[in-house]
């Protein structure tokens, strides 16, 4: 039964990264390697905090743009679809060869994932990374078994902020949005869980596009994630 405490929630859907791990160092690695590659000028790791959590095609077209501008090019979208192909086929071969090696759980996500287990909800893990890299992830940091399903960017036909993934992702636990807690780091997990009716947890110490994270509209803030039940709870914000 779950524990009284946890009334109104049946489940909760986790964010990977900025939120379980923080995977910077593995990002600038294998972009650092993919630029290499192409003969194009290294990126500060700096930027890459704010361009993570949209997808990697995202990122890798926000890296190509920085990096062509940085070596003096005019990045028209043109130029960028012209080395996307190939930056994307080393980009890929370089993160799975990396993958966890220059990451980290953050500090509380373990215990964490073991209070909301032990409340009986069910979990699953939704990210905009490809499912082929979330899941290597989550098993070299030993935390695959936490959840019942782990869904990728690549996963839906949309990604987040579009709620069409947390609609999935419900849909696969078998439970209603507003009792599916989604916990995220960035506006992009708040507004694919408001627009598909999931109450929101938004945790403090992650990327959110290098912006203010407390400005973000969710139903509680936690600079850890073994402080989310007790807060939830008590309906601090
Ligand atoms: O954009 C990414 O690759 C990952 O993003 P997410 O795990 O924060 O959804
Ligand atoms: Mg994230």
Known sequence: MTAPVLQGLDAAIIDLDGTMVDTLGDFAQALGAMLDDL??????????AQMVGKGSEH???????????????APDASKIEAFYPNAWERYQQHYLAING??????????????ALRGAGLRLACLTNK?????????????????????FGGDAFERKKPDPLPVLKTCAALGTLPARTLMVGDSSNDAAAARAAGCPVALVTYGYNH?????????????DALHELMPKWVCGLR
Do not use: W
């Open 39 to 48: 003969g194009l000028p290294a990126i500060e790791p700096a930027f890459i």
């Open 59 to 73: 990122l890798l077209r926000s890296v190509l743009n920085h990096a062509l501008t940085q070596a003096g090019q």
């Open 101 to 114: 090696r220059h990451s980290s759980v953050y500090p509380g996500v373990r215990q964490g994932l073991m």
């Open 130 to 150: 490809p499912t082929s890299f979330a899941l290597p992830l989550l098993r070299a940091k030993g935390l695959d078994g936490f959840f019942e399903h782990v």
């Open 210 to 222: 290098g912006q203010p994270v407390r400005a973000v509209d969710a139903d509680c803030y936690v």
